[in-house]
């Protein structure tokens, strides 16, 4: 498969899949006049990263995960390992983003937003940091 098909297949833009080339997380073969020439396996291997990157893992993640996917004598605990720290980091996220929310309804309920000039999203945004 050239890189049109193998984009096409495993859903990725072909400048993802050339990334992926650069920072080594595949190796397509190439042809006498140089060519990128993938095969089912790479077509796998890019499916995978994909759906672990739809996952949000990281790249040096996706790296990690393919690896042990690769490794037939893994320990499934490192991997579960792996996704239990990649679910924490999604966990805090959500937690964070809970609470910018809260703060930002707070003050879009505060705004009146009429014609008049004050305006508490505004002296929100311009308010000092307080540490508790």
Do not use: W
């Not at 020439?37 to 995978?48: V, Y």
């Not at 720290?85 to 609470?99: N, W």
């Amino acid at each position: 498969m050239n890189i049109g098909e193998v984009s096409q297949a495993a859903g990725l833009p072909a400048k993802t899949i050339r990334y992926y080339e650069d920072i080594g997380l595949i190796t397509p073969l190439r042809g006498a006049n140089g060519y990128r020439q993938f095969t089912q396996a790479h077509l796998h291997k890019l499916a995978f990263i994909a759906r672990a990157r739809g996952l949000g893992f990281s790249i040096d993640q996706c790296r990690t995960l393919l690896a042990l996917y690769e490794d037939r004598g893994r320990a499934s605990a490192d991997v579960k390992d792996l996704a239990r720290t990649h679910l924490d980091e999604i966990d805090a996220k959500m937690a964070e983003l809970a609470e910018m929310r809260r703060i930002l309804a707070d003050l879009v309920h505060a705004c009146a937003g009429d014609d008049r000039p004050d305006c508490p999203i505004l002296s929100g945004l311009a308010a000092p940091i307080t540490s508790d």
